[in-house]
């Protein structure tokens, strides 16, 4: 089981869209070091603007996050330092088309942590390595399927050394067939003792990875359990109906 | 074998159907008859003595005769620094990235540049000398083209990262060269004239637009409202009015709107207005480009630890301009064109030279030879821009690399 060294603490948090919306209604919750948590919930619930606020892609109006024990306030040196340290992956892998993979790998560490470029190259095949694409290095993204781009986004955050992976939505935008490669890779990661945040519908990675399940309804976290108990017996009526609707 | 299928597929592009083959036809008869026409006049009546008479007039105005030396030096140098690249970049024909430059077939740009140099002098009837010394400096840019290749070659592509340098260096050389200073005899604006007028004047305004107009497309996005309302003023004043206005208004105004030393003359508030106009327009095709940026990009980037000058400068604009150049390249060639404009407050730039020509009474009624003169020296220059723009959009194109 995770140490219980909190990785993650968000209490009481709020968040109104610029246009009134409030999508975030007072949400807890707390994230130890090597825990994965999957955070399920329908479409518009607030997920992926709850996960955002943990690297200050979106702001928050009230409530306290602390990320690796550094408070998210409005100071810009905070967010630089919390996003060295979390690394983020998209629904729509966000690579940078323009750059070949190995560069799209480097960029970040030769640019924010000052590193010698030769030495970043390195590392970034052993990562490519690990995700089973080194022989892609040279390609450009648009020359690589879906779930190749996805690990590659995977390595690009990995090559920032980052104590905490977001994940939105990772295999959503795939193709059926790339969905287990990329799973394999996130499995993978969680064995090593990664703390990972993820949202996902992949029902099998949460009974086999997650070591809890939240379940979001309308801006609120409405079930916190284990996933043999989220999927077998959940407490509340809003889960049952979540569960129905997806199995 | 060759020729067989060229001729089958021209039958199947025009004369496919009856009425096809009539349009095709009576098309073809029109074509054929205007270019007779033309070129009956060109080698017939047409007396081209009226630009061979003023070659010198045409190319640089009447800049002082004993100084032209320094102009024969640049164009030497500027050879020379084209050999070079030329030369540097067929050795390493990828770089570090994909893609070819322009000219893919580089045997037919040298026949053409060797063509170009044994006629153009004769045809221009220039004396002997002036000839030789055209010769030589093509001799100067071919020998360095093959130099260069053999060198580069030789050397690790790592080399082709610094010969860009040479072209903005020379750009400043250059102005020393034309205008004096430095212990050279000063040459004032008012004296320069012709094709150099004309070619310093819209290359000062395309290379001083362009960061002006990144400039003001990025103050367009800004969170600081004043920034993003004194874009959006500028834009919109410069889009709403005419150049012809501006370029009066700029003469008049210019002066206490700049520091003195920026535009002291004429000549200097009329490129400072081209520079302003030209980067309004750039600035709506960084702006278009800037927009077809997903958003997604930016935030990947912010999510590794980029700042946002980071993000910027490695992520988002690469990508923008990539997308807007060829817009932004349409706009330099408006802008070449535009220079026309000049002559009408009074610059003797090409077409301000041609009508001072045409207003000599040697040489009344030449007026035709005269314009189709400017008109092909124009589209060459445009077309010049145009090849090296396609070109440098294929070589920033990530889908023609190598896989
Ligand atoms: N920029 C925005 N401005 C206003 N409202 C927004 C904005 N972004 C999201 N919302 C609203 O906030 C709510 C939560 O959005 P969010 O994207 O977090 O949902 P989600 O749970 O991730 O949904 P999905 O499963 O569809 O990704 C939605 O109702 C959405 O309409
Ligand atoms: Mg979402």
Same mark, same amino acid.
């Not at chain 2, 367009?220 to 993003?228: G, H, I, K, M, T």
């Given at each position: ?83 060295? /340290? ?13 750059? +070949? ?16 470029? #030769?030495?970043?190259?390195?590392? #970034?095949? *052993? ?39 977001? $994940? ?56 916190? #359990?284990?996933?043999?108990?989220? $999927? ?16 | 074998?060759?020729?067989? @299928? ?6 199947? /592009? ?31 009546? #047409? ?10 007039? $045409?190319?640089? *105005? ?75 400096? +093509? !001799? ?18 790592? =080399? ?20 004096? *200073? ?20 819209? @290359? ?5 637009? $362009? ?71 750039? !600035? ?20 590794? *630890? ?28 408006? =802008? ?16 301000? +030279? ?46 023609? @690399?190598?896989?």
């Amino acid at each position: 089981m995770p140490a219980s060294q909190p990785m993650i603490e968000a209490r009481g948090v709020e968040k109104w869209y610029p246009n009134g919306f409030h999508a975030l209604r007072g949400v807890d919750l707390s994230v130890s070091k090597g825990e994965v948590v999957v955070i399920m919930g329908p479409s518009g619930s607030g997920k992926s603007t709850f996960i955002r606020t943990f690297n200050a892609l979106e702001e928050f109006q009230a409530g306290s996050i602390s990320v690796d024990g550094i408070a998210l306030s409005n100071d810009l040196r905070n967010i630089d330092a919390i996003r060295c /340290e979390t690394g983020m992956v998209f629904q729509q892998f966000n690579l940078f088309p323009h750059l +070949t993979v190995l560069q799209n790998l480097c960029l970040a560490p030769v640019l924010v942590r000052k590193r010698r470029r #030769a030495e970043v190259e390195g590392q #970034a095949m *052993g990562l490519l390595e690990r995700v089973g694409i080194a022989e892609q290095a040279g390609k450009y993204p648009g020359q690589l399927s879906g779930g190749q781009q996805q690990r590659v986004a995977i390595a690009r955050s990995l090559c920032m050394e980052p104590r905490i992976l977001l $994940f939105d939505e990772p295999t959503s935008a795939l193709d059926p067939e790339m969905v287990g490669e990329v799973l394999e890779v996130m499995k993978a990661l969680a064995a090593d003792g990664m703390t990972m945040v993820v949202v996902t519908h992949e029902m099998g990675f949460a009974r086999e990875v997650a070591h809890r399940v939240v379940l979001m309804s309308e801006g609120r976290i409405v079930e916190e #359990a284990p996933p043999e108990i989220f $999927f077998t017996n959940p407490q509340h009526e809003r889960s049952r109906q979540f569960l129905a609707q997806i199995l | 074998m060759a020729a067989n @299928s060229l001729l089958a597929s021209l039958r199947r /592009e025009l004369f496919a159907s009856r009425g096809d083959a009539l349009l095709s036809a009576g098309l073809l008869a029109l074509i054929a008859a205007a270019a007779i026409g033309l070129l009956r006049w060109a080698f017939g009546q #047409a007396q081209w003595v009226v630009i061979q008479a003023n070659t010198t007039l $045409f190319a640089v *105005g009447r800049y002082p005769l004993d100084q032209q030396w320094r102009l024969w030096l640049l164009v030497a140098l500027l050879a020379l620094a084209t050999g070079l690249s030329w030369g540097l970049l067929r050795a390493n024909p990828r770089g570090d990235r994909s893609g070819v430059l322009w000219p893919a077939n580089d045997r037919i740009a040298v026949a053409v540049l060797a063509f170009l140099t044994a006629w153009a002098p004769a045809a221009l009837r220039l004396a002997l000398p002036l000839q030789l010394r055209w010769w030589g400096i +093509t !001799a100067l840019l071919l020998a360095l083209r093959w130099a260069a290749g053999r060198w580069g070659r030789r050397h690790p592509p790592q =080399l082709l990262r610094w010969v860009p340098l040479i072209w903005p260096l020379l750009y400043l050389l250059g102005m020393v060269l034309i205008s004096g *200073g430095l212990g050279l005899i000063r040459v004032p604006p008012s004296e320069w004239g012709g094709l150099l007028l004309t070619v310093l004047m819209a @290359s000062f305004a395309i290379l001083a637009s $362009f960061p002006l107009g990144v400039l003001m497309a990025l103050g367009r996005r800004s969170e600081l409202p004043l920034l993003r309302w004194g874009s959006v003023l500028y834009i919109e004043f410069i889009r709403g009015a005419p150049l012809i206005t501006l370029l009066f208004l700029g003469q008049n105004i210019l002066g206490f709107l700049l520091p003195g030393g920026l535009a002291p003359d004429r000549v200097w508030r009329a490129a400072w207005v081209l520079t302003f106009f030209c980067g309004a327009y750039v !600035a709506e095709a960084v702006r278009a480009g800037l927009a077809s940026v997903p958003g997604g990009q930016q935030e990947a980037a912010r999510s590794l *630890g980029l700042s946002v000058p980071q993000s910027l400068q490695h992520v988002v604009l690469p990508q923008a301009l990539r997308i807007a150049l060829p817009a932004t390249v349409g706009q330099f060639i408006s =802008l070449l064109q535009d220079t026309t404009l000049l002559s009408l407050i009074g610059l003797l730039e090409l077409l301000g +030279t041609a009508r001072t020509v045409m207003a000599n009474p040697d040489f009344l009624g030449k007026n035709a030879e005269v314009y189709l003169t400017l008109a092909v020296l124009f589209w060459c220059c445009c077309a010049a821009l145009g090849l090296g723009s396609r070109a440098l959009e294929r070589r920033l194109d990530p889908s023609h @690399s190598p896989a």
